[in-house]
T-cell receptor, first 115, second 115 residues
Framework: GENVEQHPSTLSVQEGDSAVIKCTYS??????FPWYKQELGKRPQLIID?????GEKKDQRIAVTLNKTAKHFSLHITETQPEDSAVYFC??????????????FGQGTILTVHP | SAVISQKPSRDICQRGTSLTIQCQVD?????MFWYRQQPGQSLTLIAT?????????ESGFVIDKFPISRPNLTFSTLTVSNMSPEDSSIYLC????????????FGEGSRLTVL
């Protein structure tokens, strides 16, 4: 089955700095890579995703890059703000046929943005 | 997106008892899933709730311990049977909304503490 490794486990930055979280996956068949943000006591919320036919995707201050050859993908947050503080999870899945929604999650990164 | 309601939001249970968690969605969804998030950990898929048929369980999870029902396209239940302290977790219902390929939305979760 799929295995997703996420690094770092904790990340502390100053407000305005950039933050980068990296994930690697094992199953070359995986083609869908979402990122979720989970604030304390809240549900995970999808913040951005990328599919294997795209190398990079950007949404305002958030971007995700994918290297299929190396089987790794990364989340980039620029101009960080204190409200970006949360746990971030990467995930991977083969999205097709009847295999939608069966995500394998990374271990999570606790991001702390200091004012 | 979809509005996903879970009940109970939290409960404290005694060892050896069973608890049923309900998940109600405000629209018909193609696929529903149950995830578990142990304290301070990542999310792990328990099973796919199949409408009108038996759930499909992931490795490490069995029907006797986690019976699941899905009588229609908007509702599912997960029962945690014969609970032990190791079952203390957040259980999350998640759905794929029809027409939105691959994007998984989560309910608020049900936080169970087993004494």
């Amino acid at each position: 089955g799929e295995n997703v490794e996420q690094h770092p486990s904790t990340l502390s930055v100053q407000e305005g700095d950039s933050a980068v979280i990296k994930c690697t996956y094992s199953d070359s068949a995986s083609n869908y890579f979402p990122w979720y943000k989970q604030e304390l006591g809240k549900r995970p919320q999808l913040i951005i995703d990328i599919r294997s036919n795209v190398g990079e995707k950007k949404d305002q201050r958030i971007a995700v890059t994918l290297n299929k050859t190396a089987k790794h993908f990364s989340l980039h947050i620029t101009e960080t703000q204190p409200e970006d503080s949360a746990v971030y999870f990467c995930a991977a899945a083969f999205s097709g046929g009847t295999s939608y929604g069966k995500l394998t999650f990374g271990q999570g990164t606790i991001l702390t943005v200091h004012p | 997106s979809a509005v996903i309601s879970q009940k109970p939001s939290r409960d404290i249970c005694q060892r050896g008892t069973s608890l049923t968690i309900q998940c109600q969605v405000d629209s018909q969804v193609t696929m529903m899933f149950w995830y578990r998030q142990q304290p301070g950990q990542s999310l792990t898929l328990i099973a796919t709730a199949n409408q009108g048929s038996e759930a499909t369980y992931e490795s490490g999870f069995v029907i006797d311990k986690f019976p699941i029902s899905r009588p229609n396209l908007t509702f599912s239940t997960l029962t945690v049977s014969n609970m032990s302290p190791e079952d203390s977790s957040i259980y999350l219902c998640s759905v794929l909304v029809r027409g939105i390929t691959g994007e998984l939305f989560f309910g608020e979760g049900s936080r169970l503490t087993v004494l």
